[in-house]
DNA sequence: CGGCTTTGACCTGCGC
DNA sequence: GCGCAGGTCAAAGCCG
């Protein structure tokens, strides 16, 4: 009795060392899975962060050729206008025409051509001649969602709308605005759907604004996708985001475009894109989303492994 | 209550 | 001179 009794105590005391490794070695195994965890985390980050790298780099590239090939076509649009203006100035009876033309061109792609001197026969019909010379008109198409039947173009100014008018020969009403930023400011804008495609809006800008964007300062903060290169707007744009260029003084233009290439080729451009796309990126939730999807992804392949 | 939008009335220029 | 169409005005209504 008192042998077995002695017996069971020894076997205790070799029992506990025993349980205690094998604890220790639960403990080390939570650890090492635990670090385990971490390195998947750290290295999926860090693929995403280099898919992401690459994508930047590919997308300053893309605004690189793209900023050089607007540049271009502002250059041959220039020159082609001029020869058109020569042409047409030692043949009179081709002007009317090449006025039509220009404007036409002008209307289907966007550009703006400081009018000054050519305009459509809707403008030239109601204004006396000399004071339509001083008057540079543009035209803008701008794109929107088949839904909105608003008249409003974000172009970063404001707007007081002081009209509205259903015009012959197109069922949707023409809004007339004025700018209301500074009082003395005489830029009129008119709105209207184009009668081919009821999701675009033909804005025709009149005048010149003699002070500063409004929202350019918001632009600038980051707080908006708005990228703004100028004052009296050229502008394609979706709803969600607009790009507004300023194509009515081609030199300028020109000039600007190639400052912009340089300051997209200078490392304080390219650290302020990378903190901009952070930026955009930390605050899209989808992002976030999608961040967690792939470590958590990732994570799973490698448990399997 | 102030600012903005709406909308009918009015003005102006052009063609016939 | 008249009619038409585009452009502007201003009172009323709406909204934050």
Redesign the pocket.
Known sequence: MEFTSLLDTSLDLNAKPALRIFDDAQILKEEVQSDFIQLGRNVAVKEERGALMEELKRVSAENIELTELLTVICENYNELRKQVTEYTSKNPALKRKAESSINNANTNHGINGSDKGSSSD??S????REEHLKTPISRVHVRTEASDL???VKDGY?????????????PSP???F?C?FAPTCPV?K?VQRSIDDQSILVATYEGEHNHPQPSKLESTSGSNRCMTLGTAPTSVSSSRSTITLDLTKPKQTTDSARNSNRKIDSPEFKQYLVEQMASILTKDPNFKASLAAAISGKFLQQNKA
């Open positions: 809707e403008d019909c109601k204004k006396p608003s008249l409003v404001q707007w007081r709308k002081y009209g509205q008018k259903v015009t012959r020969g197109n023409r809004a007339y004025k209301c009129k008119k």
